[in-house]
């Protein structure tokens, strides 16, 4: 999986600028048990380079693309890091194999459940799920030096921006339900200005909106 992971980078190199994987992200990588963090009828898929279902109409993140939203947020051992959208708990043990400590917020209450006993059962010590809505982030444990949004949002989340660190990282996809998304880099510079650059273009499940975009009749 490595392998396909760093040829996938290779390809998109000219799109992300990034030349290779990062040393640091290509141990996570080859560290993290995926096949433990999805269903048992994946489990023989799980150290393929895809995405996969995992229940709830809710899929695992292809490998390739948890590695680039780590490798763009620049990730450092004494960095504190959110994630929106735990799903199985794969971003986020992969973050937690290089950073301090990840706080995690899923939506979705069996999925948040289930990740946080499997990721307890790996050992992983720093790693904290919350059931919740990301779209308000978790500002009792903010500001962070990164945040990884693994599920697509209309736009930037303003309570988001909000919690990011001076000098810190935000990878989001950003697109309408049903549309192209496109993978940001947002960086907060150390003076607070929010600057934006898109990556590549992706396909993530939606984020469930805060406030229906459609009112219900
Ligand atoms: N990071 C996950 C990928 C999960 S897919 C992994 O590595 O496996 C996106 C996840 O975002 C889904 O589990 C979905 O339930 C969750 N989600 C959707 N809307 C959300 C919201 N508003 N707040 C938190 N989580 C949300």
Redesign the pocket.
């Known amino acids: 999986m490595v392998a396909e992971v760093e040829a996938m980078y290779a390809e998109t190199r000219g799109l992300t600028g990034l030349p290779a994987m990062s040393p640091q992200v290509r141990a996570a990588l080859g560290k993290v048990e995926r096949h433990r963090?999805v269903p048992d009828a994946q489990r023989a898929l799980a150290y393929r380079n895809h995405p996969l279902p995992?229940g709830?109409g809710?899929?695992?993140?292809q490998p390739y693309i948890?590695a680039l939203s780590t490798d763009l947020i620049a990730p450092q051992p004494h960095h504190t890091v959110l994630?929106?959208?735990?799903?199985?708990?794969?971003?986020?043990a992969v973050l937690a194999e290089i950073v301090q400590r990840v706080y995690s917020?899923?939506?979705?209450q069996s999925?948040g459940v289930a990740a946080a006993i499997a990721l307890k059962e790996l050992q992983y010590e720093n790693i904290e799920i919350r059931i919740?809505?990301?779209?308000k982030g978790w500002p009792e444990k903010a500001p962070f030096d990164g945040i990884v949004v693994?599920?697509a949002a209309p736009q930037v989340p303003e309570a988001l921006l909000a919690q990011l660190k001076l000098g810190g990282r935000m990878v989001i996809p950003v697109g309408a339900a049903g549309r192209a998304q496109e993978l940001l880099l947002i960086v907060k510079t150390a003076a607070g200005k929010i600057e934006q650059k898109s990556i590549l273009p992706v396909r993530?499940?939606?984020?469930?909106p805060?406030v229906p975009l459609v009112p219900g009749r």
């Open positions: 963090l995992i709830q809710q899929t695992i993140s948890v994630e929106i959208g735990a799903g199985s708990g794969y971003q986020a917020i899923e939506i979705l999925l919740g809505d990301g779209y693994t599920a993530f499940v939606p984020l469930v805060l």
